[in-house]
């Protein structure tokens, strides 16, 4: 029991590679798709895990085997074993949980102070111009969607790169990005692995509305051209954006640029190699978990005396 509750505790350290190669490989919306799912599973495993083995080491606890209605001692590894992985555990969630609680306040009262600052503002359809000498822009999702930028942005590009900023921005709310960077962000608390899948699934959400933006405009090199210009007018500026909030100007700006003004290429069916291997390690991950706290199921139910020993 205690090996497989293991396995989605160390999957998540590998798939790094794997998610990023899903990047260069796919389709920019597919390879979203399918590094945040293989992400939400992954966490969800190792929560799982890591919760059997806290309640594995809390039944092994003499005056916590009574209320447990157990009758036999609990079947598991030496207790050297299991109850210092069972603390460990405990620390993990712990720390776990208050990373999540204080990331989610934080985020929440920037869309807060967002939307409140759109919703003051007249609004030209969907975009909200901010009287601002700080060059920004950001899709900002909620009801009604809203584009946001500055004046300081709008004076930095021109006319025709302004739309394409605009087409990015729309593709962003159009697409739900927000949903999967908050997702991303979810499973990376849950897991320290999956910090720096994070990134991936944030660039695929940039990928994905470069390629929406240059298909609304009818032009690769345009869109390229306003994401650069956006990004170096926003180097050094103060953002208010939500940091949930997907905007044109993150991210690593030069590989997306340099993916635009590349010809699209042919991406032949032998590429979807690297998301098969993706998904492997998904269902390694959440298969472990399932078979484990079966077998602690089953044990608690020995232990009851429910089950024949």
């Not at 709310?173 to 927000?178: E, I, M, Q, T």
């Amino acid at each position: 029991m205690t090996l497989l509750l293991l396995v989605p505790l160390l999957v998540p350290f590998v798939v790094g590679l794997p998610a990023r190669r899903c990047l260069d490989r796919l389709a920019p919306a597919t390879a979203l798709w399918s590094v945040t799912l293989a992400m939400v599973v992954l966490a969800g495993s190792s929560v799982a895990s890591l919760g059997a083995l806290v309640l594995t080491g809390l039944l092994k606890i003499p005056f916590l085997a009574g209320p447990g209605d157990l009758v036999h001692p609990l079947r598991t590894a030496s207790d050297l074993v299991v109850l210092p992985m069972a603390a460990a555990a405990t620390g993990a969630l712990t720390v776990g949980a208050w990373t999540v609680v204080r990331s989610a306040l934080r985020q929440l009262r920037a869309f807060r102070s967002a939307r409140v600052q759109a919703d003051r503002r007249p609004a030209a359809g969907d975009l909200c111009v901010i009287e601002s000498p700080h060059p920004d822009a950001y899709a900002l999702p909620g009801r009604p969607h809203r584009i946001v930028v500055t004046t300081a942005m709008l004076r930095s590009l021109g006319a025709d790169e302004r739309e394409a900023l605009f087409a990015h921005e729309r593709a962003h709310n159009a697409g739900g990005h927000h949903r999967f960077l908050v997702a991303a962000e979810l499973a990376a608390h849950c897991h320290p692995g999956l910090r720096a899948v994070r990134g991936t699934v944030a660039l695929a959400a940039e990928r994905v509305a470069d390629e929406a933006a240059a298909v609304a405009v009818g032009d690769r090199r345009l869109t390229a051209r306003a994401i650069a210009r956006a990004a170096l007018a926003a180097a050094d500026a103060r953002s208010d954006r939500p940091g949930l909030a997907p905007a044109a100007t993150t991210g690593p700006v030069p590989q997306r640029v340099a993916a635009l003004l590349a010809a699209p290429r042919h991406r032949p069916r032998a590429a979807a190699w690297i998301a098969v291997l993706l998904a492997a390690c998904a269902a390694v991950s959440a298969g472990a978990s399932g078979a484990g706290v079966l077998v602690f199921h089953h044990e608690v139910e020995v232990a009851q005396g429910e089950e024949p020993r």
